[in-house]
Structure formats: C-alpha cells, structure tokens
C-alpha cells in the first residue's frame, strides 16, 4: 500500500503555527489564561493540559491553506479540549484564522454554509443561555461565539467573494483581449483580400491586353498593325501604371490625406466595353438600371471588368455580350462569351479572378456562378451574379 503524502504546508501557514506557538507558550509561561489561577477548574486539573489544545492548534495551522476543512475540524476539537482547561487566548486567536481560512480557501459549498452555521450557532448562544438564566451576562456567550466562530466566517466569505471578483475581470479583460486582437487579426485579413481584388481588377486588365497586344506584334511583319498593337499596348501600360501608383499611395503612410479617387459606377460600364473593343474584344452591352447603393455599383463594375479580362484571355473570337437588369430589388448582370477553339489562353492568369468575383458576390450576400453552357451558335461561357440592393447594411460595405 503507498503511503498517504501530505501535502506541503505555505510558507506563511508555517510562520503562523509558529507564532502561535510560541505566543502561548509565552502566556503559559507568565500564568496567564482564560480563567483565573484559582478557578476550582484549573486547581483540579493544573496548568499543563493547557498545552495539548495549544499544540493541536498550532499543528492545525499548518493545514489551514492546504487542507482547511480537515484544519477547521481538528481545531473544533482542540478548542473544545482547552475549555475545559485553563483556557489559552492564543489558541482562540488560532481557532478565529482557522475558521477564516477554512471559507476563503475551502471548497465553495464550504465557503457558502460555515456563515450561516456560525450566524445560527451566535444566535442560539444568544437567546438560549438569556431564556435559561434570566441574567444579562448570559448574552456573553453568544457574543463570544458570534466573535470567535461568524465574525471570521464572514470576514473570509467578503474576502473570497472580493478575490472571485477579481479574477472574474481579469478573465474578462483577457477575453476582450483576445476579442480584439481576432477583430484586428480578420480587419487585416479582410483589408488584404480587398487590396488584393483591387490590384488584379484594376492591373490585370491593362497588362492583359499588353501581354496579348504586344505577342501579335511580335508575330506580324505589317508595320501599321504592328504600331497599333504598340499604341495600345502603351496605352495599357499607362494606365496600369497610373493604377498601381494610386494603389501604392493608398497603401503608404498619410494616404488619409490624398484625394480619394473615384469609385467606379454603373455608368462607366460604356467606357468599360469601348476599352475592351479597343484591346479587340467583340463586346457589347445591353444595361437598364436604377440607382443602387455605392458597394453594389462596385461589385457590379469589379464582376464585369473581371469577366471581360477573361473573356479577352481565354474565350475564342465572337460577340461577347455584357446583360445587366435590376429587378425585384435585385441587380442581376449575365456576361456571356464564345467558349472553347483554343488551345492555350492568350496571357497567362492567376486564377484569382473567380475567386474574387465570388468573394465580392458573398460580402454583399448575394450569388455568383460561372461556367460553360451549350447556346445557340455553340458553348458559350457565362458568368451570372444576383447582387441585393436593400440589404447591403449587413456586411455589404467595402
């Protein structure tokens, strides 16, 4: 069978038995006690049993941290031993931290009952004694009970509830922390994913074009095509550039206090399908809407440029058709492009431009899809997007 180890007394609990230890033998020593040295009691039974309870109780004191429960019920029983003896002040004071301890380190249920017990005890040592006797002095030992056994009790049991208190912030605090720094953590995430749909939706359409522009004029031997395709592909490369120095401004310290540039509305969607006719795109747009909020204008815009880009890279040559309509407070656009005859796409892509058609589409809580369909001259590849107008309040903003 192992051996039971018990456990290690606190530092302060040793200091504690110690002192008061030595404070009744101090008291024992000078004679001193509860009871006078010519009590009828102390003649019959001496001056020496008083210092069994002492050393109970100082012993008990070393438990009153690490074992308080079995702490407060040795000490019960040694101070019910040295009532009977002369009576020392020391081990009462023991008894009093005894019974503190016990409710501010013991199990909650402990904590929740000794006050109550204590305050009954106090109160029958009150009422009972006066209606036994009829004196006033009867009313002492409630008084004394009420002294050694509730006043501690209930000191513990404020001071618990203090500490618990405490802690409870503390806990708080460090939760709101953490609450912080995981709004701060998806603020980033979120700002980097916009800057990121931002820079593929504003660059890649320019160098998309240059890619393609300037491979047909390395492949023509006609120098009027050949400076056209360089007329465009400078033109590209300018306004690329002019993007990606706005960005860039945005992005450094103090952009708070640049002019914000224009966000791009519905309205620019002619201009948006007379560009990708100038980069030799077959597009052509049929669009009916009314005002809408400034986040769906965006989207709206962002989803159509992308699939142009698209379309440019990758469709075959043919009619490429840009259908936008607001019905039943709904912004519903249909970009449709020839699908399939090539082998390769005409400048390379990252495959970031769906994921941030569908990102967009979502954080206005609206649908996106996009894939091959068979149409009547053929497959075409169609992009559809269903963006609401009403309930952008709920996490539409960009």
């Not at 010519?38 to 039974?45: C, G, I």
């Not at 990121?196 to 160098?207: C, F, Y």
Request: net charge negative.
């Amino acid at each position: 069978m192992a051996a039971v180890r018990l456990p290690r007394p606190h530092r302060f609990d040793v200091w504690a038995a110690l002192g008061g230890l030595l404070g009744g033998l101090v008291l024992w020593g000078f004679g001193l006690g509860l009871r006078q040295s010519d009590d009828p009691m102390v003649q019959l039974a001496g001056r020496g049993p008083i210092l069994v309870p002492l050393v109970v109780m100082a012993g008990c004191e070393l438990l009153r941290r690490s074992a308080p429960r079995a702490g407060l019920g040795i000490g019960t029983l040694a101070l019910t031993a040295d009532l009977l003896t002369q009576g020392s002040i020391a081990t009462v004071v023991m008894y009093t931290d005894l019974m503190y301890a016990a409710v501010l380190y013991g199990p909650a249920s402990t904590a929740r009952r000794l006050p109550w017990v204590t305050g009954l005890l106090s109160l029958t040592g009150v009422l009972v004694p006066y209606a036994v006797w009829r004196e006033p002095e009867a009313l002492l030992i409630g008084v004394v009970t009420a002294g050694v056994a509730f006043a501690p009790a209930s000191t513990g049991l404020i001071v618990r509830n203090h500490r618990e208190a405490a802690d409870a912030a503390l806990l708080r605090a460090e939760q709101t922390a953490l609450l912080a720094e995981m709004d701060r953590t998806q603020a980033v995430t979120a700002e980097r994913a916009r800057m990121a749909r931002e820079l593929h939706d504003l660059v890649a359409n320019h160098l998309s074009a240059i890619a393609i522009h300037s491979t047909a004029a390395l492949s023509l031997e006609d120098e009027r095509t050949s400076r056209e395709a360089l007329s465009v592909i400078r033109e590209n490369s300018v306004q690329g550039l002019s993007e990606m120095r706005r960005l860039i401004g945005i992005l450094r310290d103090g952009a708070q206090d640049r002019e914000p540039a224009a966000t791009p509305t519905l309205d620019g969607l002619t201009a948006l399908v007379e560009g990708a006719r100038a980069n030799g795109l077959d597009a052509a747009l049929d669009a009916e809407h009314e005002a809408v909020p400034a986040p769906v204008e965006l989207a709206a815009y962002r989803i159509v440029q992308e699939s142009l880009t698209n379309a440019l890279k990758h469709g075959a040559p043919g009619r490429v058709t840009v259908w936008l309509r607001q019905q039943d407070g709904t912004l519903a656009l249909r970009v449709t492009s020839p699908y399939g005859g090539r082998d390769a796409p005409r400048a390379p892509g990252s495959g970031a431009g769906l994921v941030g058609m569908r990102e967009r589409a979502a954080l206005l809580h609206g649908t996106f899809d996009a894939g091959p369909q068979d149409g009547p001259d053929g497959k075409v590849w169609v992009v559809r997007a269903e963006l609401p107008v009403h309930d952008i309040d709920r996490g539409g903003n960009e």
